[in-house]
């Protein structure tokens, strides 16, 4: 074997032991769901008898259809309201030109480095104002837009040639034609992005779904699974079977849109 090609191996060996160490607690939970009670902490990692009741017990014992609906719903409201919102002021920073644009981006950068568990009350008093608590409005409306999805689409569309704009004019294209009929499709990698770390931070939240609703019929996934781990937290089986079915929906999405993710992370520098 020559030295490169050892190299390589070793580089090869040494990248699949990280992602089994990153994987392992997702194997295990997977594998735990299929298990009996019993044997889940004394068995081996495989199951001796793989029980597929759990799942059945686990979709009987908490009303996960409308979880998963709530929160496919909200999920999808604040993934297209994101990137609509983004698009449109990032295409404002990177192309147009007016008075202040400079101290307005500085400002919206700026509004990253507020913690979100700050505007927590703020936001709960002013939906209580408008008679939102336990409503979809309540979980949509302060996530329609993200100061991060402005900078990644800003950072993309300053790449983008500006010849491409001036073709676009020549043809007669309007500027809204040229941003979503030629900028966002060129920068579909950076938008995709966007839309799955949009998606998959929507989908996790936990704390204001748990502070803004209060009925089974409004609140999420992450909050109904909650509240079932407290209920079932003796049955492990049955609560790992809950776990896959609230994460696997996430899953397949990223499985999907992972090429699209994965070149516009190595493309802007991001890491997610």
């Known amino acids: 074997m020559k030295p490169r090609q050892g190299v390589r191996l070793g580089q090869e060996l040494l990248s699949l032991l990280v992602s089994l160490a990153f994987l392992m607690p997702l194997i295990w939970m997977v594998l735990a769901a299929f298990k009996g009670q019993k044997e889940v902490f004394v068995g081996g ?39 609509l919102t983004s698009a449109l002021a990032a295409f404002a920073f990177a192309r147009m030109t007016f008075p202040g644009k400079h101290a307005l981006f500085i400002l919206t950068l700026g509004t990253l480095m507020i913690p979100g568990d700050v505007l927590l009350i703020p936001n709960f008093i002013t939906i209580k104002q408008f008679g939102w608590v336990n409503s979809y409005q309540a979980l949509i409306v302060p996530f329609t837009a993200s100061a991060f999805g402005i900078f990644l689409l800003r950072q993309a569309f300053l790449r983008t040639p500006v010849e491409f704009e001036e073709a676009a004019k020549i043809d007669g294209a309007s500027t809204a034609q040229f941003l979503f009929r030629i900028l966002l499709p060129v920068n579909a990698p950076a938008v995709s992005a966007l839309g799955v770390l949009t998606f998959l931070a929507s989908w996790n939240a936990l704390v204001w779904p748990l502070v803004a609703t209060n009925r089974d019929s409004y609140r999420t996934v992450q909050v109904g699974l909650a ?27 990223y499985a999907l849109a992972q090429k699209w993710f994965i070149e516009s992370a190595a493309a802007s520098g991001v890491k997610g």
């Open 45 to 83: 990692l495989l199951p001796d008898t793989w029980v597929w009741e759990n799942f059945v017990e686990a979709w009987k014992a908490a009303p996960f259809a409308q979880y998963l609906l709530n929160s496919t719903l909200i999920s999808v409201a604040t993934t297209a309201s994101v990137l």
């Open 227 to 253: 509240s079932f781990s407290n209920l079932e937290g003796s049955n492990i089986p049955v609560v790992m079977a809950a776990t896959v079915i609230v994460v696997l929906p996430v899953l397949i999405i």
